[in-house]
């Protein structure tokens, strides 16, 4: 049976990890490649990188810390993060990494979903979209959170994945850093609507909400970062939990 | 020990560079025929689309070279797929070791499973003893049953005469391949942990 996945989530800034809360306020928390490497040994399903400064200020992601993970984890891993063409996803992708996440380039140029999903198959495509729920409604925000845009939730992440998006990375800013648990009905209203995998992110602070977001929010995948990085929550804890409350979980 | 990596136009080339290398192997990846003849274990990876990748090979030449190889060659995602006769993926005309035709999965008559068929999933190994001497899948070993490995893939090789190991999603496909020298993965060993190193040390041991 296909395992639901965990997946940290490290963002990077000038070379270090970091974790904001609510996107702002940034702490510092290591090495990028040791835990990368830690993550795996504990049993991670998948590793994200981001780029967290890239988009902002115009960089594009590290390269040579793409090719170090590749070099030392043994689990898929997805780079995200200032990416906005098919020659940075290339880049990226020869230096070893498995697919690039896609997030603000993608809102100013939905056209680049297609041609990556064409030059590289829609596998390799992660839309991500960061959002805030302003009267009931999804709102799609652009620059890690900065800017926002007239795009809705369901109706992005539904053309994300009819231009050939191969998953859908979304994170509630709401929910983000709060530590009250993820996103469960809009996550649920995304799972219903498409037929590619989501990736819930912002929100968890304990191990029930990963449960919920796996049985509630019919979620594909959970990921976090502070959470893991400050070992407020253990890999192999997590999933014994999640095993023993029925989730298809990978040991 | 000599372990070669085809060299050609689908991904993920480095990142199996990158996993023989933390089994301790130096492989070296090439398109060049002498090369790949010598090696003692030969690779063929990929990530892409399979008509691309076939227009590829046969441009190069590597396609009869591929079939002519007689050291073990293992096959790895869209590479076990192009070893099969035939891919519904651009209608393709492959290279034809496995007896088995590609297909899409259809997810019509399970809406909740999606494509594609992303994750970690289990594998079964096949009991029926059908191989050429009736062997047994020589890749895997007691430490990998029950064990998760990791698959991205929108197309499937049925169950057939030359299956060694099974997955289930959607419908019961073939988790790994073997004929005579030619063995072959669906799943990416180079993505799948402790498990999928084993898979590759198994490959390097043979």
Redesign the interface.
């Known amino acids: 049976?296909?395992?639901r996945?965990i997946i940290p989530c490290l963002d990077v800034k000038d070379g270090t990890t970091v974790k904001g809360v609510n996107f702002v306020n940034l702490k510092n928390a290591g090495d990028p490649i040791l835990l990368g490497k830690r993550y795996?040994d504990e049993g991670a399903?998948e590793l994200v990188f981001l780029d967290i400064n890239a988009s902002h200020e115009g960089r594009s992601t590290f390269v040579d810390m793409v090719?170090r993970v590749?070099?030392n984890v043994?689990?898929?891993f997805t780079v995200g993060g200032g990416i906005a063409s098919v020659h940075d996803v290339g880049r990226l992708?020869?230096?070893?990494a498995?697919k690039v996440s896609i997030n603000s380039a993608a809102l100013r140029n939905p056209g680049l979903i297609d041609d990556i999903a064409h030059n590289?198959?829609?596998?390799?495509c992660v839309l991500a979209i960061d959002a805030h729920c302003v009267d009931g409604e999804w709102g799609c925000y652009l620059n890690g959170g900065r800017i926002p845009t007239d795009r809705k939730l369901l109706e992005w992440a539904y053309e994300g994945q009819e231009r050939g998006a191969?998953?859908i990375l979304f994170t509630s800013m709401d929910h983000d850093g709060v530590k009250q648990g993820f996103a469960c009905e809009a996550l649920s209203e995304l799972s219903s609507r498409l037929?590619?995998?989501i990736i819930a992110s912002g929100g968890c602070g304990a191990k029930e909400h990963f449960l919920d977001v796996f049985a509630k929010g019919h979620a594909?995948?959970a990921l976090a970062a502070s959470l893991f990085q400050l070992n407020e929550i253990h890999i192999p804890d997590l999933k014994r939990y999640l095993s023993d409350n029925g989730i298809a979980v990978?040991i | 020990m000599k372990v070669a990596i085809i060299k050609y136009n689908a991904g993920n080339v480095f990142s199996v560079r990158c996993a023989l290398q933390r089994i301790g192997v130096d492989a070296i990846v090439t398109d060049d025929a002498a090369t790949l003849r010598s090696a003692d274990k030969v690779v063929f990876p990929g990530v892409g689309e399979a008509s691309t990748a076939m227009d590829y090979l046969r441009r190069h030449n590597l396609d009869t070279l591929i079939k002519s190889l007689t050291q073990p060659v293992l096959g790895i995602c869209i590479g076990m797929q192009l070893l099969c006769r035939h891919s519904e993926e651009g209608n393709t005309d492959c290279l034809g070791i496995f007896d088995s035709d590609v297909l899409r999965f259809d997810n019509s008559a399970a809406p909740g499973l999606k494509i594609p068929h992303m994750g970690w999933n289990t594998i079964e190994p096949c009991q029926h003893g059908n191989m050429t001497g009736g062997t047994h899948c020589k890749l895997l070993d007691e430490s990998c049953t029950g064990k998760y490995l990791y698959f991205v893939h929108s197309y499937y090789a049925p169950v057939g005469s030359h299956t060694v190991a099974t997955c289930n999603y959607i419908t019961p496909f073939s988790a790994m391949l073997q004929k005579d020298n030619f063995y072959a993965t669906q799943f990416h060993p180079e993505k799948s942990g402790t498990v999928g190193e084993q898979i590759l040390k198994n490959f390097i041991m043979l």
């Open positions: 049976m296909l395992a996945r795996c399903d090719r590749a070099e043994s689990i898929p992708l020869e230096a070893g498995d590289f198959g829609n596998q390799v191969g998953e037929d590619i995998p594909d995948g990978r």
